[in-house]
């Protein structure tokens, strides 16, 4: 475990001495690419709503925040699936040439393509950026957004058909012999794959209701939850673990948050205010309306946390659910000191964590605040790696050296 060598040697033995209990590369740290738009106040809409910001999602732009997270240290960017952002794979493989390390953790959904294809091109990815793909695996929450691409499955359905399509997917990356499955949904017949990813790409999975707990339990590597106070967190994670055991398995745990970061407690919540004044209440209207109808559970939880109004936002110590107001999906933010924002993500950690997957607004600026401000402080903790962080530094050539002196 390495030790930081600007703190006091006590200090540095007592970290020593933590290494058994704590493994630095405990926590991982994802950002965001908002391929519908990026802004500097918070942008309307999402999971069947339309949305967009006002610094549009330009490749040119996109690779600033692809290059920014790299920098401060994030190990991928979650690429969002839906009709109201860009292609998520298409978007992060044109955006993998522009970068050198950072991964991809590509939202798709599984009913709309062809689960022989979507292995392929796994394997596709894999191969040219070199293993940099992880998958974030969407069942698709709302039926009149799936509608539109010609799926009339409903909620309980797709979730069997994901199963089915994880089946398939997962035993085409094992195995190179041919594979013939038949499901209620899917069906293959001789499937095989001229080339297998290596490695598979690790499969993030969300979903609160029990049938998407369920699935999860068969396939996750990492079950996927939007940020909610610690308790309800915990109990969820709780009740995925139990599924879990059942096959047999043990998937490690991550969380969707956005996050406002800043030197003082002060400064963060100030950045807050503005960001809450700044929200058109008819936009809040019109998007509580859309998100009411949703079907499902995770954005029901995100909608009680606030219950519309804009009072009494802050749901938990740092934990505020004024982005929900607005934006479908992920509603909460951290918000706080870069040591506060830290305390919190040690709590989530505590209770088995080991995944943030974060934004904020806009997605350039804050990840800088982020990487720069609580990053050095969890690593200072042991709670995170910063092996993640290009080390570069620069030097005066002779700035050590005596200077001359005249002589007469």
């Known amino acids: 475990m390495a030790t930081d060598p600007t703190r006091p040697r006590a200090d540095r033995a007592d970290q020593a001495d933590q290494a058994d209990q704590t493994d630095q590369a405990r926590t991982h740290f994802h950002w965001f690419l908002p391929t519908y738009g990026d802004s500097r106040n918070l942008v309307a809409g999402g999971h069947g709503t339309f949305m967009s910001g006002d610094r549009p999602a330009t490749l040119s732009?996109?690779?600033?925040i692809v290059a920014a997270a790299e920098h401060n240290g994030f190990e991928s960017l979650l690429t969002p699936t839906g009709a109201w952002c860009e292609d998520a794979l298409i978007t992060s493989a044109l955006l993998a040439e522009s970068s050198d390390r950072?991964?991809?953790?590509?939202?798709?959904?599984?009913?709309l393509m062809s689960p022989?294809?979507?292995?392929?091109?796994a394997a596709t990815f894999q191969?040219?950026?070199?293993?940099?793909?992880?998958?974030?695996?969407?069942?698709?929450?709302?039926s009149r957004e799936q509608r539109a691409y010609g799926d009339f499955l409903d909620k309980e359905a797709r979730y069997a058909r994901a199963d089915e399509f994880l089946d398939i997917v997962r035993g085409l990356w094992r195995s190179g012999e041919a594979l013939t499955y038949r499901g209620d949904h899917l069906a293959v017949v001789d499937s095989v794959l001229a080339r297998r990813p290596d490695p598979a790409p690790p499969i993030f999975f969300g979903g609160s209701s029990a049938a998407g707990i369920r699935v999860a339990a068969r396939h996750a590597d990492t079950y996927l939850t939007w940020g909610?106070?610690?308790?309800a967190v915990a109990e969820k994670l709780d009740r995925v673990r139990g599924a879990a055991a059942a096959h047999g398995r043990s998937p490690s745990f991550g969380i969707r948050l956005h996050v406002i970061s800043r030197d003082t407690s002060e400064q963060a919540w100030a950045e807050a205010d503005r960001l809450l004044a700044g929200i058109d209440p008819a936009d809040v209207a019109r998007v509580q309306a859309s998100l009411a109808a949703s079907e499902s559970e995770g954005q029901r939880r995100m909608l009680d946390l606030h219950g519309g109004r804009t009072d009494s936002l802050?749901?938990?110590p740092n934990l505020w659910a004024g982005v929900g107001l607005v934006r479908g999906g992920a509603g909460t933010a951290l918000v706080g000191s870069h040591e506060e924002v830290a305390d919190r993500i040690a709590e989530y950690a505590a209770l088995g964590l080991s995944h943030f997957?974060?934004?904020?607004?806009?997605?350039?600026?804050?990840?800088y605040h982020f990487g720069e401000g609580v990053l050095p402080v969890l690593a200072r903790r042991g709670l995170w790696s910063t092996g993640e962080r290009r080390r570069e530094t620069v030097s005066v050539p002779f700035a050590t050296a005596e200077p001359a002196v005249a002589r007469g």
């Not at 909610?228 to 308790?231: H, Q, T």
């Open 228 to 231: 909610e106070p610690p308790a």
């Open 357 to 367: 997957v974060l934004s904020g607004y806009p997605h350039l600026e804050e990840s």
């Open 61 to 64: 732009y996109l690779r600033q």
């Open 116 to 121: 022989t294809l979507a292995a392929q091109m």
């Open 127 to 142: 191969w040219h950026t070199g293993g940099r793909l992880l998958l974030n695996v969407v069942t698709g929450g709302e």
């Open 314 to 316: 802050e749901i938990s």
């Open 102 to 111: 950072i991964k991809f953790l590509v939202a798709l959904r599984p009913g």
